[in-house]
């Protein structure tokens, strides 16, 4: 039997009705039912403390801290849900993203997908500099497909609560999902 995938998902959003995190929601729908071979665990960010290094005490972490960079170190890969914000990264997904950094790196060699929801563009700033933020930190993002969302345009793409409800976009998140898959398979050299 093949070993399963297990992927993080994180959500740049604290929002409560957030559609980055309904993103999530509606992977781990696919990972339970549709795609077999993977397993998708939200992690909830909003409880990481800011990244702040006079918390390091002789080489470990608050209790928050190690159990979020445990998650990614035994991950196989992570799946991004990123809002943009003033062209950037969410400050919530950059600290998560800075203290899983801090010695020894914990997402080194990750295969990573990105999703992003947004007006206009989308998102797609964001991921431009999440994608730059990967190259330091050798994070292997999947190029295709690219998973931008204008989710203001009609008709609706969510409901109130920040989930998918327009079938085209759930099989454009699916396929993000299997690509993922796909990656993460080739770079452990099981594909």
């Keep these: 039997m093949a070993r399963v995938i297990k992927i993080v998902a994180l ?11 309904g993103l999530i929601r509606y992977a781990i729908e696919l990972s ?12 909830d960010l909003s409880n990481l403390p800011m990244l702040n290094t006079d918390l390091e005490k002789e080489g470990t972490f608050p209790a928050e801290v190690e ?3 445990h998650k990614i170190l035994e991950a196989d890969s992570v799946l991004f849900a990123s809002p943009e914000y003033n062209y950037s990264v969410s400050a919530p997904l950059k600290n998560a993203i800075d203290w899983a950094s801090r010695p020894p790196n914990v997402w080194a060699g990750k295969p990573a997908a990105i999703v992003s929801v947004g007006g206009a563009f989308g998102g797609g700033k964001a991921q431009h500099h999440l994608r730059q933020i990967g190259v330091f930190l050798d994070i292997h993002f999947i190029n295709k497909p690219e998973f931008y969302l204008d989710v203001f345009k009609h008709p609706d793409k969510c409901n109130d609560d920040g989930d ?5 976009i759930k ?6 999902i299997v690509s993922l898959k796909e990656f993460t398979l080739k770079l452990q050299g099981r594909n």
């Design 164 to 168: 998918l409800v327009d079938e085209e």
């Design 11 to 21: 959500s740049g959003s604290l929002r409560k009705a957030s559609f980055h995190t």
């Design 32 to 43: 339970k039912s549709v795609i077999d071979g993977i397993q998708i665990e939200y992690i």
């Design 67 to 69: 159990a979020f960079r």
């Design 171 to 176: 099989n454009r998140l699916k396929k993000v």
